[in-house]
């Protein structure tokens, strides 16, 4: 079945203690990206990556990590987590069409992870 | 971006059709229209997408107006497993891939009725 998978799903942490949210997707795509929700704010993207090794920021990437060294993960890293980054996350993934007008490619999100820092 | 205007709820019964409007007057000729959905404690799910042609698929239909400022996703026979938060999102067709992103507003919070 194609997916994408994180974990932990839930995870109670505090302050300082680093963390890292796995992501992991079985359909072979190359765009990878990182959602956090909040209430209020919908969806905002945190980091993006096109293909192995290539990572770039999305709208709120401060506080985070990523890296990409494997097509099918994309972890997510908080090194010092502080409260404000209580949020539920989602991770995504498309097929990356090359060139221009593909920007159809269904994207597919995985189940969330509901992080709370205390 | 581009942006688009929805209600913030609707309620219809099971079994009736259901149309959830979305206006994006300031779309660009490149824009394509997608619609996903987030039903309860999960994540974003595709619906449909178009360009400029009305779009039919298994859970839906995307009826686009003539001068593409609005749109209409149709759940032709809505059940109770459809109550969602629905999104409609442009994303720029002339834009290298690498920087497109989904945006998602407030979106619609459908409501289905027994």
């Known amino acids: 079945e194609a997916q994408v998978t994180q974990n932990p799903r839930y995870l109670i942490t505090v302050t300082g203690k680093k963390l890292t949210v796995t992501c992991s997707q079985n359909?072979?795509?190359?765009?990878m990206s990182w959602y956090r929700q909040d209430p209020g704010l919908g969806l905002r993207q945190i980091y993006y990556?096109?293909?192995?090794?290539?990572?770039d920021k999305g709208d709120v990437p401060e506080g985070y990590k990523v890296s990409r060294k494997e097509k099918r993960n994309f972890p997510l890293i908080l090194e010092s987590p502080s409260p404000n980054q209580t949020s539920l996350y989602f991770c995504?993934?498309?097929?990356?069409?090359?060139?221009?007008?593909?920007?159809?490619?269904?994207?597919?999100f995985g189940p969330g992870t509901r992080l709370t820092v205390l | 971006d581009a942006k688009t205007t929805q209600p913030n709820s609707m309620e219809s019964n099971e079994e009736e059709p259901v149309h959830l409007p979305c206006n994006h007057s300031?779309?660009?000729?490149?824009?394509?229209i997608h619609w996903y959905r987030q039903l309860p404690s999960q994540g974003p799910e595709y619906v449909i997408h178009?360009?400029?042609s009305n779009v039919n698929n298994r859970m839906a239909s995307l009826a686009i107006a003539e001068d593409r400022k609005s749109s209409t996703l149709i759940l032709h026979r809505a059940t109770l497993r459809d109550a969602a938060v629905y999104y409609c999102?442009?994303?720029?067709?002339?834009?290298?891939?690498?920087?497109?992103?989904?945006?998602f507003g407030q979106g619609t919070r459908l409501t289905i009725n027994p």
């Open positions: 995504a993934s498309r097929f990356e069409g090359t060139g221009v007008g593909s920007s159809y490619n269904e994207q597919f």
């Open positions: 359909m072979n795509h190359e765009y």
């Open positions: 990556s096109m293909n192995v090794e290539v990572t």
């Open positions: 300031t779309i660009s000729g490149t824009d394509y």
């Open positions: 178009g360009l400029t």
């Open positions: 999102i442009l994303t720029g067709g002339d834009i290298i891939q690498g920087a497109q992103k989904l945006v």
